[in-house]
């Protein structure tokens, strides 16, 4: 019987049998339990959620409409209406408007100035404005909820609707502003209308579909928001396209039948009327419920079919004929899985874990007929063939493992090469900055960041002293890292050459030599387009006694700050060596005592951190020298190296960076030092 079944065909037939026993009480139970309660259970089910629902949107929205009134009732408010030429008057109405506008649930709030038609709105999203965002005109379509709210005998209504000029759509709670019967304005708040459907209609539970109605049947709410009435809560009278309830209904006697419990709901207030209607062809339970302090129907209609309807006292017992159901079920299943699949399968798997740990000998059930017996055979043909694939891997591998063994070791030796090489380069490229020269003519005069992104950079400062005052400046080639670094041994030597035939007292005679040596040196015509062999520099000569300095750059900037305030000097717009050729000009400026100068490489302000990536900035950078400028030199180059590491964070440094800062007091030929030596990098 095993052989000619199969082991599928034989879990199969055995589930089937079970399956078959334990629905014939099943279909018993539940024809008669489910037909008797259906209704029952939804007309309780969708009463009480009627209910619920009408507590969940009372609170809130009567909490935005009292808002409303009270900001439109406030004395602030009716004397800005009342003289809004009036500026002690206009600046205390915002002052308060911004405070009622953080208590609305909807973070905004709106008010119309009746005599101008002015309409001045606020919220969270946007900057706080006292200017009117639009005028409101009679002739336009789109201001008619306006002028039919102040035509209307009513004081505040709640209408749902898009404003097309501020492309919103909210829930708006529209307040009269009236001053001895002569209207002021109208003045209120508004609910976000999506977050409003979402909180409170399209939640719902399975096969219940919540609205909310005005008394005529328009819809103000609806999961749905095609269905929406939009407008219809400042119009006094309504239009065959407005959405309504009634429409949705098949025949005049069921029109009839809602109308009818819309008015005993409205008289009752706090009950729920229930009926049975046809909505859209459809068989529903709707249910009714008023509520009086928004003059809102809440309509909930079922969907019988598709929404869980059983209470406690039907629940248990179906619970426990279904539970002894399943328990039947289940021991057949089981015996049959158990007998016809788990035992045979435990077997195997013992077979299989003794293959698993090297003992290809273990005999697997191969005798059986059916499934079992083909997996058994189909695994020992496998693990044959793993043995025979095991064994020549393992040769194999062997021999690649001595392979890459070698490979490694010759990587390594080519790497401690080329570690040794770029940390000769690093002390050749330390040994041409003029870190003594600096430290021993300026002192705590000076002090400067120098952080290569690699082990040697693009980047260098120089420095200059004559009997007559000095040079200093920041250079920042094209390119880091090796590149970078073999251009600065040009660069350098480029500079020393143009400060010998120019001078060291004219930035801007240096800048343009240094150029035309760049140029003539490099022959940027005959390289590929991709090589760049500009330069951004900035220099400054100092000269004693005279109280100014003189200031040249090529796309770089000084920058001078006393902590109150701050300059900027910008530099010529193109780098040496840029396609198109400029002359750079001097800049001469008075020498403030007290002040810190400051030149900086763009890697700098290229550095890019913060949350989402973005470079320093120059606002950030400037902010950042002002509000450290009076600080000893030395401690603003460590607030500087903090300030970037902090906003850098887990990002990599993206360019070399070099930053050079001097100060000078009246106490010597160039001033005397207003803080502790700086450490020069």
Known sequence: MAHRWG?????????????????????????????????????????????????????????????????????????????PEDADSRDRFFREAEGFRRQFSGQAYFIVHHATGHYYFNDEAS?????????????????????????SGIGYNINVNVDTKLDLAKVWFNVKILE????????????DLSRFLDDFLRQSAPGLTPMIVDPRGAIQAHPDYDRLALGSGAQTELDDSTPRLQALLGTAEQRTQLEAAMGEARQRPG???????????????????????????????????????????WLWPLLGALALIL???????????????????????????????????????????????????????????VERHTQELEDKVHHRTRDLEATNAEMAAARRQIDASLEYASIIQRAILPRRQMETQLAAHHAVLWR????????????RATDHGYLMGV????????????????????????ILKVGA?????????????????????????????????GLVWVEHGAEQLTFAGAKMSLYESDGERLRVHAGGKRALGQKRAMTYENQRMPLHRGWTYTLCSDGFLDQAGGEHGFGFGNRRFEAMLQRHAKAPLDAQILAFEAELDAYRGEHVQRDDITLLCFSFDTASRTGQPRSRPASST
Request: hydrophobic residues 40%; glycine residues 8%.
């Open 475 to 498: 250079i920042d080639c094209a390119g880091h890292g090796v590149p970078g670094s073999l251009m600065t041994m040009l660069a350098r030597a480029i500079i020393d050459n143009a």
């Open 127 to 151: 900057h706080e404005s006292r200017s009117p965002r639009y005028r409101l005109d009679p002739e336009d379509p789109d201001s008619a909820w306006y002028f039919a709210t102040m035509d």
């Open 180 to 191: 001895d019967g002569r209207p002021l304005g109208l003045a209120g708040g508004g609910l």
């Open 327 to 385: 328990a039947i079920l289940m021991a057949g299943f089981a015996y049959g899985i158990d007998r016809l699949i788990l035992a045979p399968l435990r077997r195997l798997q013992h077979s299989a874990q003794a293959i698993a740990d090297g003992d290809y000998n273990n005999h697997l059930p191969t005798e059986r007929g059916d499934e079992i017996g083909e997996l058994s055979r189909a695994f020992a043909h496998m693990a044959r063939r």
């Open 505 to 537: 007292d004219d930035p801007a005679a240096i800048l343009n030599e240094t150029d035309r040596q760049n140029r003539a040196t490099l022959h940027r015509e005959t390289l590929p387009s991709s090589i760049a062999t500009n330069m951004d520099v």
């Open 7 to 83: 082991l599928r065909g034989q879990s199969t037939l055995s589930l089937l049998f079970a399956f078959l026993l334990a629905l014939i009480p099943t279909l018993l139970i539940g024809w008669q339990a489910i037909d008797d309660v259906r209704h029952h259970f939804g007309t309780r089910y969708a009463e009480q959620y009627t209910l619920l629902h009408m507590q969940r949107i009372l609170t809130p929205v009567s909490r935005e409409l009292a808002l409303s009134q009270r900001f439109a009732d406030s004395v602030v408010t009716r004397e800005w209406l009342a003289t």
């Open 452 to 463: 290569p992104r690699d082990q040697v950079g693009g980047d260098f400062y120089v420095f």
């Open 271 to 313: 009950e729920v009327r229930s009926l049975d209607l046809l909505l859209e062809g459809e068989p529903r339970l709707v249910t009714v419920g008023y509520l009086p302090e928004l003059k809102w129907l809440m309509v909930s209609s079922l969907d019988l079919k598709s929404a869980h309807l059983f209470e406690g006292s």
